[in-house]
C-alpha cells in the first residue's frame, strides 16, 4: 500500500498538489509513482520564471529504470524549485510528499478542482490500476 | 501471467517486484536496485536465472557439430568443465543469440543460452544438428542461481555438499564441475568473482534461503542489468541481434579465425566485414555533463555521423551516466548525444568501465 495524504490533490499522471497559504501550488510525484519509479538518480527541472501550460512538460525525473515527464497540472508561473535534488535525486524516493517536492509555481487563474482528483478518487484510480 | 521459476514464491514473499521478461515473471528489485547493485560489488547477491535456457548436447561428433555450429572454437576446451562465451550466427554473420558452452565431456557439451530467444535457438540449434547426430535435451526442469560478488564464493560454499566443496572453492574462472546433484561454474554476467549454479528445481527454495540466511542479498533483473553494463558486457537484443554482426557489437575477441578452415555459419561474411573500412565501432561512453543515456538515443559525431546508444543508464558505482554505444568508423574520443533534444557531451572510453568492485575509466 502506498502512501496517500488526505489534504492534497493528484492527477491521473500520479502527481500531487499542495494549495499553500500565499496562492502557491507546490507539485511532487506521488509514493506510488516513486515507487513504481525505482530508485531516482537524475531530475531535470524547469527555470524560475518560466510559464507552464496545463498539460505540459515541467521537469523530468529519471530513475535506475527511466526517464519520466513531470507535467504541469495547471496553467501558471514557475515560482522555486527543488535545488537540493541536483544532487539528491533520492529524497523524492525516501520522502515523496515532503522533501521531495519538485517545483512550486503560481497558477495563473483559479484553480479548477473539478480537473484534479480527490484523494478517494486517486485511491480509487490506483486500485484500477492494481486490478 | 507468464512462466514462473522455482523461485516465485521466494521473491514474492522478499518483497519483489515482478515484471514480465520475456514471458517470465521475474524480481525487477526487492526494494532499492541501487543497494542490490552495491551489494554485488562489496559484498553477494544472488540472482534468480532459472528462465535462462540449459541445452545438453549428446553425441559421438558433438564437437564437431559445435565447431560448426559456433563462431568461437571449442576445440579450445580440453579440460571437463571448461566453459567458452560465445555467439551463434546465421548464415549472413548476424547473431541469433550469444551463449555459454560448456565442455563435460567427449559427448555431453552444455549450452546456456537466453531466455527471450529459447525458440529460435532450439529450432537453429536442432536443425543443425541433425547432419551430425547429436541430440539435443533442453533441461527446463533445471534451476539456476547466480551468485556474485567478493565475498560469493565464500558464502556460497555451505551450500556445496561438503564431499564437493573444496573443490568448488578451487574452480579456476571460467570453469565449471558437477558436485554432486548441482553444476557450479564460476562465471556470471556482472564483472565480479562468484559461481553460477544449476541445480534440481526442487532444491532452489532451500538453497536460496540458506544464502539469504547466510547474508547473500537477493537482487533483481534491474541491478543485473546495471552490473552488466558496467562490466561492459552485452545485452542479446539490445546490443546486438541477427541484423548485427559480433565485429559490430564489441565481440570480435569471441570469433575464432583459426584454423583458416573451420568453416563455422556466418564465417563468409565475418571476412568481408573485418576488412571493410566503415565498419562502425561499439564504444563504451562516459556522459560528460548531467543526465540520463539511454538505449536508442542519438549520438551525434561531427563530421562522421551519427550513431546510436544500444544500453544506456546510470552507473550507481561510478556515480555518473555510462553506455554501449556503435558509432561510425573513425577516430575520435568525444561526441554528443541527443537527449530530448538538447546535445550533451559524451567522451569514448576504454571498457569495462567496472571490474572486480573498481572503477577502470578516468572519471
Known sequence: MSELPGDLLYTNDHEWLRREDDGNVTIGVTDHAQAALGDLVYVELPEVGQDVATGGDMAVVESVKAASDVYAPVDGTITAVNEELADDPEKINADPYGDGWIVRLQPSAAIDESALLTPDAYQSLLDEEEA | ??????????????????????????????????????????????????????????????????????????????????????????????????????????????????????????????????????????????????????????????????????????????????????????????????????????????????????????????????????????????????????????????????????????????????DEPSRRRFVGLLLEDKGVLRNHQRIVVEGSGDGEITSGGFSPTIGRSIALARLPAGDYDSAQVDVRGKLLNVRVVKTPFVRNGQVRIEV
Open chain 2, 1 to 274: 501471467m507468464g512462466s514462473k521459476t522455482p523461485l516465485y514464491d521466494k521473491h514474492v514473499e522478499a518483497g519483489a517486484r515482478i515484471v514480465d521478461f520475456g514471458g517470465w515473471d521475474m524480481p525487477l528489485h526487492y526494494g532499492s536496485q541501487k543497494e542490490e547493485h552495491h551489494a554485488v560489488r562489496n559484498s553477494a547477491g544472488v540472482f534468480d536465472v532459472s528462465h535462462m535456457t540449459i541445452v545438453d548436447l549428446k553425441g559421438a561428433r558433438v564437437r564437431d557439430f559445435l565447431r560448426h555450429l559456433l563462431a568461437n572454437d571449442v576445440a579450445k576446451l580440453q579440460d571437463s568443465g571448461k566453459a567458452l562465451y560465445t555467439c551463434m550466427l546465421n548464415e549472413a554473420g548476424g547473431v541469433i543469440d550469444d551463449l555459454i558452452v560448456y565442455f563435460m565431456d567427449e559427448s555431453w557439451f552444455r549450452l546456456v543460452v537466453n531466455a527471450a530467444t529459447r525458440e529460435k535457438d532450439l529450432t537453429w540449434i536442432r536443425k543443425n544438428a541433425a547432419d551430425f547426430d547429436v541430440a539435443v535435451h533442453e533441461r527446463a526442469e533445471l534451476a539456476m542461481i547466480a551468485v556474485q560478488g567478493p565475498k560469493a564464493r565464500e558464502l556460497a560454499a555451505p551450500c556445496i555438499d561438503a564431499e564437493w566443496r573444496e573443490q568448488a572453492l578451487a574452480l579456476k574462472l571460467f570453469t565449471g564441475m558437477e558436485a554432486g546433484d548441482l553444476f557450479v561454474a564460476r562465471t556470471g554476467y556482472t564483472g565480479e568473482d562468484g559461481w553460477e549454479i544449476v541445480m534440481p528445481s526442487m532444491r532452489a527454495p532451500s538453497i536460496w534461503d540458506r544464502l539469504i540466511a547466510g547474508g547473500v542479498a537477493p537482487a533483481g533483473l534491474g541491478a543485473r542489468d546495471t552490473l552488466r553494463l558496467e562490466a561492459a558486457m552485452n545485452l542479446y537484443g539490445s546490443d546486438m541481434d541477427e541484423t548485427i554482426s559480433p565485429l559490430e557489437a564489441g565481440l570480435g575477441w569471441t570469433i575464432a579465425w583459426e584454423p583458416a578452415d573451420r568453416a563455422f555459419i556466418g564465417r563468409g561474411p565475418l571476412e568481408k566485414l573485418r
